[in-house]
């Protein structure tokens, strides 16, 4: 046998493993999180990092057009942004984690965003929520 030959039933297996792992890329009522769905959400993912620092949330607030702009968002990323779509910016590639960053300097939480997500009020939200009591 060749050295050939066992090279080539290598990348084989290797390769049907690759496959074996490979994530779903469709779950009905769920936006996968893929290598190409982090692509296109790159710039709206690094605008949102970028608030983690006070002086950018104050020129975010100061003028929210403008500041996106510089930080390169598109225009249907700065829409999304301005309309509050976080069902649109995961969709779109926005992690949920960074994306709460946009939330919080507009003062909103993951708990206005599930809301504002499933169509409800906060109080409706919650009331679906367990071991939510009402004060």
């Given amino acids: 046998m060749s050295s050939d030959a066992g090279e080539t039933d290598t990348k084989k297996d290797t390769d049907a493993t690759m496959v074996d792992q490979q994530q779903p890329t469709e779950i009905p009522g769920t936006s996968v ?11 709206l993912n690094q605008f ?3 608030l983690a620092s006070a002086t950018n949330r104050q020129r975010f607030l100061a003028d929210d057009v403008a500041y996106m702009r510089q930080m390169r968002l598109s225009d249907v990323e700065i829409d999304m942004v301005r309309r509050r779509d976080w069902t649109g910016m995961i969709d779109h590639g926005g992690n ?3 994306i709460l960053k946009i939330a919080s300097t507009i003062g909103q939480t993951l708990l206005d ?4 997500m499933r169509g409800e009020t906060l109080e409706a939200f919650m009331a679906t929520r367990p071991g939510f009591k009402e004060h």
Avoid: I, P
């Fill in 48 to 50: 949102a990092m970028s």
């Fill in 96 to 98: 949920l984690y960074v």
């Fill in 113 to 116: 965003m599930g809301a504002q």
């Fill in 33 to 43: 999180f893929t290598g190409e769905r982090s692509r296109q959400g790159y710039r």
